[in-house]
């Protein structure tokens, strides 16, 4: 079985990411700052690097879900593409994690292509130095990280006519 990789992850990157009750499938790190995940305080890289509870924003190809996944139940693509991508039930996702691996990403150009244009690869970068959170495209992952309105109150008036 695999076993969590030595060199680092990062936002970007082609995994396979393994959810309970399902086989490890194709999916990508997505530019979304860690210390946003919901469900654990931490900061945006593994402190230490190989903390296996770090939880990191995947994107799943295929079903085009996304989850927090802890960095134990990650793995590089390429390290472990034998291993988990002969599945029969992961065929089109790999497929898709190969040709379109920028779908529904924060920096394509909103097409399945995988040309960015200028303003895309400047914002990339600028993002990936720390130096920005702007990203070129809304993905699912605005919406679920929008702090949650709060219900304002309205005064009921009693009208004793």
């Not at 770090?54 to 927090?68: E, K, L, S, V």
């Not at 990650?74 to 002969?86: C, P, S, T, V």
């Not at 920028?102 to 303003?119: C, E, I, L, M, Y």
């Amino acid at each position: 079985m695999a076993t969590v990789p030595v060199h680092p992850l990062a936002s970007g990157d082609l995994v396979f990411a393994k959810m309970r009750s399902y086989p490890a499938w194709p999916a990508r790190i997505d530019c979304i700052r860690p210390n946003r995940c919901p469900t654990r305080d931490q900061g945006n890289l593994p402190a230490p690097v190989n903390d296996p509870e770090f939880h990191w924003p995947i994107y799943f190809y295929g079903t085009h879900q996304i989850a927090w996944i802890p960095q134990k139940d990650i793995y590089h693509l390429e390290d472990y593409r034998d291993e988990f991508g002969k599945n029969p039930r992961v065929k089109d996702a790999m497929y898709e994690a190969m040709k379109y691996t920028w779908v529904h990403f924060q920096f394509g150009d909103g097409s399945n292509h995988q040309a960015w244009s200028p303003r895309h690869s400047e914002m990339a970068k600028a993002w990936f130095a720390n130096q920005s959170d702007e990203v070129a495209n809304e993905t699912e992952w605005d919406h679920i990280l929008e702090p949650p309105q709060k219900k304002q109150k309205t005064k009921r008036t009693v009208n004793n006519n």
